[in-house]
């Protein structure tokens, strides 16, 4: 299992990214994918699920209206879509698929700084 993430980077608030993370190694098509992040200093948080079908499973308060999980099971990516961007948005991204027997596979995640 691999998964591959990218698309972060410096953006001032109000800002806007999209993240994608290949997957390989599994059926990615079958399974719900997550993404979670890390901010320094603090515990790693779900951010957002969805679910094989693309129905989203989960969204954390702090991103409702402001980020978008889907899925694309032709290219074996799930993207996240982050808008108004804030400070706090600040942390290292990570997806990460939502299946036990995928718990313990997680890439190297993408970093995103907002600030101006």
């Known amino acids: 299992v691999q998964l591959v993430e990218s698309g972060g980077g410096l953006v001032q608030p109000g800002g806007s990214l999209r993240l994608s993370c290949v997957a390989s190694?599994?059926?990615?098509?079958?399974?719900?994918m997550s993404w979670y992040r890390q901010a320094p200093g603090k515990k790693r948080e779900l951010v957002a699920s969805?679910?094989?079908?693309?129905?989203?499973?989960n969204d954390a308060d702090s991103v409702k209206g402001r980020f978008t999980i889907f899925k694309d099971n032709d290219e074996n990516t799930v993207h996240l879509q982050l808008n108004s961007l804030k400070p706090e948005d600040t942390a290292v991204y990570y997806c990460h698929g939502a299946a036990p027997e995928l718990a313990g596979y997680w890439g190297q995640g993408t970093q995103v700084t907002v600030s101006s």
């Open positions: 190694g599994f059926t990615f098509s079958v399974y719900g």
């Open positions: 969805i679910s094989s079908a693309g129905r989203i499973t």
